[in-house]
């Protein structure tokens, strides 16, 4: 099975300010990566996939980039709307062994 | 509008069985491979189970196979999931998601979800 593992596990943001979180994997998932942003009490939604394609009515101050095993999802500046808990999940091995990664919040310093 | 409605959740002895279901509408049901995906209270995402979307496909994770079956109706547009032999560690909200047909593997649509809750 392929481990993710996200860092930091927690970030702290000022509103406007840049947030930059990574995902590991345990061997290489090529760009089959996605990450979804998940608010409090709602379902997930999917905000990238192939490692840095948004997806469709996804702002522009979200970006994915990396490859292999090292991955970043970039908000360039954060909205209040925007905090949350940020998961990555690869799809290497579809349709079985899909993982996700262990989440980090980002919340409001 | 895509919409996924998950049911059938609710609170369930260890040992006991349980039936989720997940209404789909807004979209061609039958065209999209779906799936089950849980989350264990303040806790991540476990992907439990696929089907494809003529139901000849079917995949589950190690976590939950030989105790679970996913199907699914195309002709009531409609996904299932039979829980048995339920364990508390199988306590989670349980998520309906449908794969995304142009890239296989991700989930592009989610319903609300349905709490599972295995105790005594």
């Known amino acids: 099975e392929i481990v993710m593992t996200q860092s930091p596990a927690t970030l702290s943001v000022s509103p406007g300010e840049r947030a930059t979180l990574s995902c590991r994997a345990s061997q290489s998932v090529s760009s089959n990566l996605a990450w979804y942003q998940q608010k409090p009490g709602q379902a997930p939604r999917l905000l990238i996939y192939g490692a840095s394609t948004r997806a469709t009515g996804i702002p522009a101050r979200f970006s994915g980039s990396g490859s292999g095993t090292e991955f970043t999802l970039t908000i360039s500046s954060l909205q209040s709307e925007d905090f949350a808990v940020y998961y990555c999940q690869q799809y290497n091995n579809w349709p079985s062994g899909i993982t996700f990664g262990p989440g980090t919040k980002v919340d409001i310093k | 509008e895509v919409q996924l409605v998950e049911s059938g959740g609710g609170l369930v002895q260890p040992g006991g069985s349980l039936r989720l279901s997940c209404a789909a509408s807004?979209?061609?049901?039958?065209?999209?491979?779906m799936n089950w995906v849980r989350q264990a209270p303040g806790k991540g995402l476990e992907w439990v189970s696929y089907?494809?979307?003529?139901?000849?496909?079917?995949y589950y994770a190690d976590s939950v196979k030989g105790r679970f079956t996913i199907s699914r109706d195309n002709a009531k547009n409609s996904l299932y999931l039979q829980m048995n032999s339920l364990r508390a560690e199988d306590t989670a909200v349980y998520y309906c998601?449908?794969?995304?047909?142009?890239?296989?593997?991700?989930?592009?649509?989610w319903g609300q979800g349905t709490l599972v809750t295995v105790s005594s």
């Open positions: 089907i494809s979307s003529s139901g000849s496909t079917i």
């Open positions: 998601a449908r794969s995304s047909a142009a890239t296989m593997g991700i989930f592009d649509y």
């Open positions: 807004g979209f061609t049901f039958s065209s999209y491979e």
